[in-house]
Nanobody, 133 residues
C-alpha cells in the first residue's frame, strides 16, 4: 500500500523560512507527480506547487511564486518545499499529495494534474505551518 508522509511544519516568524518534506513509499511505480496543497481556517484547499519526478516540470500558484521552491530527490523518493519570506497568510495545514504513474498505465492516458486537488490519488496527513504576525 502506497504511503505519503509529510513533515517539517512548525511555528515560523514573519519573513522566515521553512522546509517541508514529503516521502512516498510502499509500492513500485514508474514515476509520480507530487503536489503541495494548503488549507487555512475557514478557507478552501488551494494548490501551492507541484513537480514531476520524471522530467522536473513544476507549477506554482501566483501567491507563492518567487518565494517557494519545489524540488525532488528521486533517489530518496522525497519532495521538498522550500518556503521563504513567509507571511501570516501562509499559515495553513499543508498537505502532500501524489499522482502515481504505474508501470501498467497507458501513457496515452496521462494527464498533467497541475494544482487540481482531484487529480491526486494519495494524500498525506498534513503538517501545520504557522507564521507569526
Amino acid at each position: 500500500q502506497l504511503q505519503v508522509v509529510e513533515s517539517g511544519g512548525g511555528l515560523v516568524q514573519f519573513g522566515g523560512s521553512r522546509i517541508l518534506s514529503c516521502s512516498i513509499s510502499g509500492a513500485t511505480f514508474k514515476y509520480y507527480i507530487i503536489g503541495w496543497f494548503r488549507q487555512a481556517p475557514g478557507k478552501e484547499r488551494e494548490g501551492v506547487a507541484c513537480i514531476s519526478s520524471n522530467d522536473d516540470t513544476t507549477n506554482y500558484s501566483d501567491s507563492v511564486k518567487g518565494r517557494f521552491t519545489i524540488s525532488t530527490d528521486n533517489a530518496k523518493n522525497t519532495v521538498y518545499l522550500q518556503m521563504n519570506s513567509l507571511k501570516p497568510e501562509d499559515t495553513a495545514v499543508y498537505y502532500c499529495a501524489a499522482d502515481v504513474k504505474w508501470w501498467d498505465d497507458d501513457p496515452k492516458r496521462y494527464i498533467w494534474p497541475g494544482l487540481i486537488a482531484g487529480r491526486y490519488n494519495y494524500w498525506g496527513q498534513g503538517t501545520q505551518v504557522t507564521v507569526s504576525a
